[in-house]
């Protein structure tokens, strides 16, 4: 059986909705994001990606006016993050942030 996106995409909008955060990038709109910390094991498999990482933000795509990419300032409680990877599923998208002045060539 597969998966039903509308289901799929209400229920992330309702994860998100519980514990909503506002994040900007690029001085656009605020857009609701849930916020998390991926496992020791996930930083690890990054293989150096993810240097300097602080923490995820999960959102649905469609919130963003301008698709977010890598090496963007993402704005969290008016501190500036910078976007060192991005997962994207069929609905949403993970910003994997960390320090805004980060080594990581991009």
């Known amino acids: ?12 909008a309702a994860v998100i909705a519980d514990m909503p ?3 900007t990038i690029g001085g656009a709109a605020a857009v609701s994001c849930r916020k998390s910390t991926l496992s020791e094991t996930d930083r690890a498999a990054a293989a150096g990606e993810l240097e300097d990482y602080t923490f ?26 910078r976007i060192l990877r991005i997962i994207e599923d069929a609905v949403g998208l993970r910003l994997d942030c960390g320090a805004k002045y980060t080594n990581r060539v991009t």
């Open 56 to 81: 995820s933000l999960h959102t649905v795509a469609a919130n963003w006016a301008t698709a977010p990419a890598i090496g963007d300032l993402v704005t969290v409680s008016e501190i500036e993050y």
């Open 1 to 12: 059986m597969p998966i039903d996106l509308t289901i799929y995409a209400a229920d992330r």
């Open 21 to 23: 955060i506002d994040a």
